[in-house]
Nanobody, 120 residues
Framework: VQLQASGGGLVQAGGSLRLSCAAS????????MAWYRQGPGKERELVAV???????NYADSVKGRFTISRDNAKDAVYLQMNSLKPEDTTVYYC???????????????WGQGTQVTVSS
């Protein structure tokens, strides 16, 4: 099982970006899908999570600006980021809890990071 993230880039403050992450491989079931971010010398922090029942939760710092969504048919998760601020600049990682058909147990997977840079 792999997670492939894309969509990062450079944008001016107030602009928007959309991150995408698709899971592939021997997937039986996906429960939570989430986005995290981590700056240099900082701990990785949860940005947003989308549970399989449709529930979503956000970090206080992004509420009202970011929207997480899932396409369960494509095993994908998206992060629409609006009203971006320079402090949103960092590397973003997708994360998912997936039941791998080969193992039959729930495992946690990370995608590669994608850089988001917001200029002032």
């Amino acid at each position: 099982v792999q997670l492939q993230a894309s969509g990062g880039g450079l944008v001016q403050a107030g602009g928007s970006l959309r991150l995408s992450c698709a899971a592939s491989g021997s997937i039986s079931r996906i429960t939570n899908m989430a986005w995290y971010r981590q700056g240099p010398g900082k701990e990785r922090e949860l940005v947003a999570v989308a549970v399989s029942d449709g529930t979503t939760n956000y970090a206080d710092s992004v509420k009202g600006r970011f929207t997480i969504s899932r396409d369960n048919a494509k095993d994908a998760v998206y992060l629409q980021m609006n009203s971006l601020k320079p402090e949103d600049t960092t590397v973003y990682y997708c994360n998912a809890n997936i039941v791998d058909r080969n193992y039959g147990s729930l495992r946690n997977y990370w995608g590669q990071g994608t850089q988001v840079t917001v200029s002032s």
